[in-house]
């Protein structure tokens, strides 16, 4: 089992900068897929960023590239979001997801654990 916390979400104007943090317990994740996902309220899940075991592949969503970086420290068992030029159009609740696999996945459905979720809202 792996266990996922998000941390690092909170309230920002429109252009500002926010850093999610996602922390891993229970197993090393530096053999799984990790992802960031966002949910706003009335719509569903959507994928936002992935990256590989290894931390050579990544992926964007098109809404986010450019602007948005995942990146992992496997020591610290951590993956991470670096949200900047942030729009209110990003205002959701953000999921960390671990998938046993080596390569980005954009589907739900190849993750098998989630985090609780953190809140990020963008102001205009």
């Known amino acids: 089992q792996v266990q996922l916390v998000e941390s690092g979400g909170g309230l920002v104007q429109a252009g500002g900068s926010l850093r999610l943090s996602c922390a891993a317990s229970?197993?090393?994740?530096?053999?799984?897929?990790m992802s960031w996902f966002r949910q706003a309220p009335g719509k569903e899940r959507e994928f936002v960023a992935a990256i590989g075991w290894s931390g050579g592949g990544t992926d964007y969503a098109d809404s986010v590239k450019g602007r948005l970086t995942i990146s992992r420290d496997n020591a610290k068992n951590t993956v991470y979001l670096q949200m900047n030029s942030l729009e209110p159009e990003d205002t959701a609740v953000y999921f960390c997801a671990a998938a046993l696999l080596a390569g980005p996945q954009r589907s739900v459905k190849a993750y098998s654990y989630w985090g609780q979720g953190t809140q990020v809202t963008v102001s205009s």
């Open positions: 229970g197993r090393p994740i530096k053999l799984y897929a």
